[in-house]
């Protein structure tokens, strides 16, 4: 489902058509929003948005991989830098394949890592390529 479908505020309706999409959006709306590569690999959906209380700034989207129905199902925080709204298609780009992110560091949705840890931050920046946003004040 797309984050248009999603809008129960309208708050998309008046979009500057100048641009790609909309400059802000709501977090609500892309809860549940469709991962792909740019293979066109369906990788999974976004379950969480998870925000730097110190900064304000998004850290990470965590991803749904795998599984049915939940079950079985795998989580990774994927940084909110390694993700690229796709306009057309309405969903977000994550230039990993599917195979790597078999590999990729994740986690239970019943055991969430420690997202503050200095090392953890460090080897899922690492993973997906990027630099941290916040890392930097964490001990």
Do not use: C
Not at 35 to 58: A, C, F, P, S, Y
């Amino acid at each position: 489902m797309s984050y248009l479908n999603r809008d129960t505020y309208g708050m998309y309706k008046s979009v500057n058509k100048s641009g790609p999409g909309p400059s802000l959006m709501g977090a609500h709306t892309l809860l549940g929003e469709d991962v792909t590569n740019r293979q066109g690999d369906n990788l999974g959906d976004i379950k969480e948005i998870m925000l730097d209380m110190q900064t304000g700034k998004v850290a990470y989207a965590v991803l749904s991989f795998g599984g049915v129905f939940g079950i079985g199902e795998k989580l990774f925080a994927v940084p909110w830098s390694a993700l690229t709204l796709d306009t057309v298609s309405k969903s977000f780009t994550l230039n990993v394949s599917k195979e790597q992110l078999k590999n990729a560091p994740g986690f239970d949705k019943s055991d969430w890592p420690d997202m503050n840890d200095a090392t953890w931050i460090s080897s899922i920046n690492s993973f997906y390529g990027q630099q941290s946003v916040y890392s930097e004040r964490r001990h």
